[in-house]
């Protein structure tokens, strides 16, 4: 088995590919604060391949007083799961890793077969050479067992190393509303949401006007193999893209489209499509933010709900609709958090979509 280090861009495909559908909502963070702790140098994504078939990942975060890492996702591809494969890339890890502490969620749950799940994990964890620390944590409001592979005995200067991760990563104040590490015996574990990222300056967030010129860059910047999973482009080359700009000038166009300007720069798109005047208005909705930096801090999320009021008014929309792939969890919050409701669940060409439906206020239209 080797490993292999994985660019922002590759991260970024095996977060979509993987790791949504390998941990619940409550423990995996924004792909922006990966990207972001990749930006710092501190974080090492690796995948694992055996004769160049990739079998595995793990997510590596290194702390800033170089004692000892952070093992913050271990998972083996669906398929190849049962084989022995998480053992062999544990040992692997140990071979080029020395002092990985780590959280595994504590069983505590109040469903019994949750349960029996988390203390096999705990098993697999000890059964491959880690022990149980002498603490627990709780992370935006996960309650997490913590264990250990290395030669320290001194549960305290684990602890020091592991707390420092995220003291060093998150503001005070944010630390103490989100992380009890330790989590003192007895402690109530404090509610949270799910892993929210800091931000530290909330981005300004405006629509522009959509240009030939944009319309390019648009194609360019959607034109990879990330974007095309989750959003299938009909245009073939930057001419045709440019050629569909126009088209929506037009006086008799269906479809009308803004840029999206985060502090100002160009990063994505939103548009209506399909537009049907008169009696019961409606059209379609689709959005893209280009820039993965920019994704799962509510970017596209904030642009939606400004375009939605802009279209609502110019074409006095009474309903709104939208396409998306079932397995787009991202997308599927943005519009959920704009109101809409799923609709209907189909299959097409073997990919399952789902049809999601906002019904528009009509003191707002």
Known sequence: MELKPLNK?????????????????????????????????CYRPLLALID???????????????EGVLLEYLGILRGKRNHGLGGALLTKLKEEYS???GEVEAPDSPDPSENDLR?????????????????????????????????ETDDRKIEAAHRSVYANYFSPAHFECYIQLPLVPGEEVKPAPEWLE?????????LGERTAETAAVYFQKVNNEIIRRTLPQKVKSVGEAVADFYIT????????????????????????????QGDGSDAMVSYCVFEPRLWGIG???????????????????????????ADHPASIRVLEKNGFR?????????????????DIPQEKA
């Not at 590919?17 to 792909?31: A, T």
């Not at 800091?198 to 405006?206: D, L, N």
């Not at 479809?255 to 798109?269: E, Q």
Request: glycine content about 10%; aromatic content about 16%.
């Open 299 to 325: 970017v596209a999320t904030r642009a939606l709900t400004l375009f939605l009021a802009e279209a609502a008014e110019k074409y006095a929309l009474k309903t709104v609709g939208a396409f998306v792939y």
């Open 342 to 358: 799923l609709v209907e669940e189909f299959t097409e060409d073997g990919m399952v979509s789902r049809f999601y439906q906002f």
């Open 249 to 276: 000038q037009r006086p008799d166009a269906t479809s009308f489209g803004r840029t999206i300007l985060v502090d100002g720069h160009y990063a994505g798109d939103v548009w209506c499509y399909g537009i049907h």
């Open 52 to 66: 160049g078939e990739t079998v595995g990942y793990a997510i590596l975060w290194l702390p800033q007083t170089g």
């Open 119 to 151: 203390r096999h994990r705990v098993g697999f964890y000890i059964r491959n050479g880690f022990r149980m620390l002498d603490y627990d944590c709780a992370l935006f409001g996960v309650h997490f067992n913590c264990i250990y592979c290395g030669s």
């Open 198 to 206: 800091e931000v530290f300056s909330t981005p300004r967030i405006e």
């Open 9 to 41: 861009a590759e991260l970024t495909a095996l977060y979509y590919e993987e790791m949504v559908y390998d941990f619940p909502k409550s423990e995996l963070k924004p792909l922006s604060g990966m990207l972001r702790l990749m930006d710092k140098g």
């Open 99 to 101: 002092g990985m502490f």
